[in-house]
């Protein structure tokens, strides 16, 4: 199974800081990444796909980049609704593996 | 709208068997393959499998495998998920998500417990 690793486990940003979350496959996946929010009692909610590809309704704050093994998520200024847990997963094989999570918590 | 809505909340015993369902609706069914991902409390997601709407074949978890079993009836746009042999550690929210995980249902809880 191709495994996951996102850094930091969690971080505790203010509004308007950039943050950076990064995330480390076990093998190259190309680029078949997506980020997700997650908010508690809520499912998944896509924001990228393809590691850099935003989805429709997503702010432009956010954006991602990397391919092969490392990846990164960015949100250049950040928002009270942003926070919440972030994650990535691989969907280049089977089992689709998820990172262990990213969340931000309010300083 | 594109939505999939799922069946309500579930308490089992151990090494009973459970049937969620996941109804699609606002996009051609047989279009899209349909993934099962279940968290359990405070844990991060894990990818159970999937299943293709039009032909029905699936691919699932080595480690569910011989437990879990998606089918689907493309008549009702309806995905189920069994799952069997429960025991306390799957306890967990089960989601269906779309093929590009860009549509999810609202989440099944279901609770294995003595």
């Known amino acids: 199974d191709i495994q996951m690793t996102q850094s930091p486990s969690s971080l505790s940003p203010s509004v308007g800081d950039r943050v950076t979350i990064t995330c480390r496959a076990s093998q190259s996946i190309r680029n078949y990444l997506n980020w997700f929010q997650q908010k508690p009692g809520r499912a998944p909610n896509l924001l990228i796909s393809?590691?850099?590809s935003l989805q429709s309704g997503v702010p432009s704050r956010f954006s991602g980049s990397g391919s092969g093994t490392d990846f990164t998520l960015t949100i250049s200024s950040l928002q009270p609704e942003d926070f919440a847990t972030y994650y990535c997963?691989?969907?280049?094989?089977?089992?689709?593996?998820f990172g262990q999570g990213t969340k931000l918590e309010i300083k | 709208q594109v939505q999939l809505v799922q069946s309500g909340a579930e308490v089992k015993k151990p090494g009973a068997s459970v049937k969620v369902s996941c109804k699609a609706s606002?996009?051609?069914?047989?279009?899209?393959?349909v993934h099962w991902v279940r968290q359990a409390p405070g844990q991060g997601p894990e990818w159970m499998g999937r299943i293709n709407s039009s032909g029905g074949g699936t691919s699932y978890a080595q480690k569910l495998q011989g437990r879990v079993t998606m089918t689907r009836d493309t008549s009702t746009s309806t995905v189920y998920m069994e799952l069997s042999s429960l025991r306390s550690e799957d306890t967990a929210v089960y989601y269906c998500a779309r093929g590009a995980f860009d549509i999810w249902g609202q989440g099944t809880m279901v609770t294995v417990s003595s």
């Open positions: 393809a590691a850099s």
């Open positions: 606002g996009y051609i069914f047989t279009s899209y393959f």
């Open positions: 997963q691989q969907n280049y094989d089977t089992p689709y593996t």
